[in-house]
Each structure stands twice: as C-alpha cells, then as structure tokens.
C-alpha cells in the first residue's frame, strides 16, 4: 500500500523541526559543557517561542531594531538591558534562583541600574547625601551571620534617588550625592544620614518606556533605598527596604518587593532628640531600622 503524500503542514513542520536538530548540533563542539548546555537550551526555547507564537517577519525586524535601540542608549551612566530584564521580570527570577533563602538570611531584590563603583566613604553617623534634596531620614541597624554573630567591619554601600526622584547620575553635571559607602563597628552596627525614599519612574523615555506604554503598564517603582553589603566568607547581599504604606508597594515596575524588605519609616517632628545632634532646623524627619543577616559564602 503507498504511504499517503504529506500535506504541506506536514512538510512545514518537518522542514521546522529539521532546523532546530542542525542549530543545536551545531553547539556538539562547545568545549565548555555549561556553556554548551545553556546555548542548547536557549535556542530549543527560542526556536519555540518563534514557532509558537508563528512570529513574522515584521515582527522579528522589529524585535531586532528594539535591541539595538536598547544597545544604541546603554552607556556609562544608562543600563536598557538591565531595565529590559528587570521589567520582565528576568532580573527577579534570577535573583530568586541564586539567592535561595537560608534561615532568617535578608531577602536579595534587584541590582538596577544606578550603582556606581567608588562612591565616597562616610563613618558611622554620617551623611550620604552630598547636598541632594529631600527629607532626611535616620538609619541604622546591625550586620549579623544567620547565627546571630555580629559581623564587624562588614561593608555596606548605599545609594537612593532624590526628592525629584533622580539618581545623581541622571543629572548632567558629574554630581556624587546620595551614595557611599560605610563599615559597620566591632558589635556589627552601622547608622547614617539619607532621604527619606519616595517614589519615582525608571527611565521610560527609550525602548523599555515604550514596550511599557504599549502594554499599559506603569514604569513606577515604589519608594526604596539601596543596600549592598558584604563581609569576608559570606554571601554578598544586594537588596532594598521599601517604604511601608507607599501605594506602590502592589505594583513595583520590577517587580522587586518582598515583604520582608517593607520597613516603617517612623515620621519624627522637628524638635524630636535627633541622632548624633545634627541640625535638622525647622523640618521634620524620618527614621528606620533594617537589621541585615548574611548566609555564609557558596
């Protein structure tokens, strides 16, 4: 009996399958086994994705002009790509993966886009604001190992956006306010002077802005305050502490809040006992605690 001729379905299908086999055996040679097994696994899922979703032509170029776009606005002061994997929530799942959580180990939440290296040094009780606007805000709490040893000398680098809701590398003068960095004392303690966290978009006048707008999402992300913190033979910890009470809290543009990290930030008159007898004047302030517990080194 003759085998039936195969539809033209049929022959699409084989023809599409046919080039997935040669694109993955063409990684046979890798040297590298993880990288051999990452590349396999990226294209089996983007050849899946495109068959899926049975993406055309117009599409596809223009998939590739919004990568270059993104490419053509990343610079030393902007991260598209990070904004990209962070509005699609690639950066949380990532940190999800390689964070897992130990005990009562502070949660990781999203890098972004703003750290710069060698931000200014401040001892304990000092200001990291270097002149920029908003209200100052008291913080302080201890660094400890999951066994709730302190860990002395422990480093940790902070840097928020200000009042107006920018970061200093967002102006276009070469301002370093609202970042540095300090080391905690022999009981694992460290405090200083910042802003009190507001709100404020992520950058949304690019690629990323517009997938956002076509989407009806909003680029907002909730009051927060960045935190980086590492001691010799512990896992380096990259987080935030959000704002308890911000509206944004159900809605963050990254998606990085975790409820662990909403901390109060206590509203203090002006003539409250103010930390280090700083003048503060006529304002009111804010102040919060955000104790750190680092899980040992991989």
């Known amino acids: 009996?003759?085998?039936?001729?195969?539809?033209?379905?049929?022959?699409?299908?084989?023809?599409?399958?046919?080039?997935?086999?040669?694109?993955?055996?063409?990684?046979?040679?890798?040297?590298?086994?993880?990288?051999?097994?990452?590349?396999?696994s990226l294209t089996s899922h983007l050849h899946s994705f495109v068959r899926e979703?049975?993406?055309t032509q117009r599409e596809w170029?223009?998939?590739?002009?919004?990568?270059?776009?993104?490419?053509?606005?990343?610079d030393e002061r902007r991260q598209e790509f990070i904004l990209l994997s962070d509005v699609l929530g690639a950066s949380m799942q990532t940190i999800a993966m390689?964070?897992?959580?130990?005990?009562?180990?502070?949660?990781?939440?999203?890098?972004?886009p703003f750290f710069v290296e060698g931000a200014p040094r401040v001892e304990l009780g000092g200001d990291i604001t270097g002149g920029a606007r908003g209200k100052p805000c008291w913080v302080e709490g201890t660094v400890a190992d999951t066994a709730g040893n302190?860990?002395?000398?422990?480093?940790?680098?902070?840097?928020?956006?200000?009042?107006?809701?920018?970061?200093?590398?967002?102006?276009?003068?070469?301002?370093?306010a609202a970042r540095a960095h300090l080391f905690a004392d022999e009981?694992?303690?460290?405090?200083?002077?910042?802003?009190?966290?507001?709100?404020?978009?992520?950058?949304?006048?690019?690629?990323?802005?517009r997938l956002l707008e076509a989407t009806g999402r909003s680029p907002m992300r909730a009051s927060h305050l960045h935190f980086m913190v590492s001691s010799a033979g512990k896992r380096t910890l990259v987080t935030h502490i959000f704002v308890e009470g911000d509206p944004l809290l159900a809605s963050d543009a990254v998606f990085g809040v975790k409820e662990s990290l909403v901390?109060?930030?206590?509203?203090q008159p002006a003539d409250a006992p103010v930390p280090g007898g700083r003048e503060i004047g006529d304002r009111g302030w804010t102040r919060a605690r955000f104790d750190i517990v680092l899980p040992p080194e991989e």
């Open 263 to 267: 901390k109060r930030f206590a509203e």
């Open 187 to 209: 009981q694992g303690w460290y405090g200083f002077w910042g802003l009190t966290p507001t709100p404020y978009p992520i950058p949304h006048d690019g690629p990323v802005g």
């Open 150 to 176: 302190p860990l002395p000398g422990a480093r940790i680098e902070v840097w928020e956006a200000d009042e107006d809701g920018l970061y200093d590398v967002q102006y276009d003068d070469s301002r370093t």
């Open 98 to 112: 390689n964070n897992e959580a130990r005990g009562e180990a502070t949660e990781a939440t999203v890098f972004g």
């Open 1 to 40: 009996m003759t085998e039936p001729e195969p539809s033209d379905a049929d022959m699409q299908r084989r023809a599409e399958e046919d080039l997935v086999d040669r694109v993955l055996a063409s990684f046979d040679g890798t040297p590298d086994e993880r990288l051999r097994t990452v590349l396999r």
């Open 53 to 55: 979703v049975r993406l």
């Open 61 to 74: 170029d223009a998939a590739i002009a919004f990568l270059t776009e993104a490419g053509h606005i990343t």
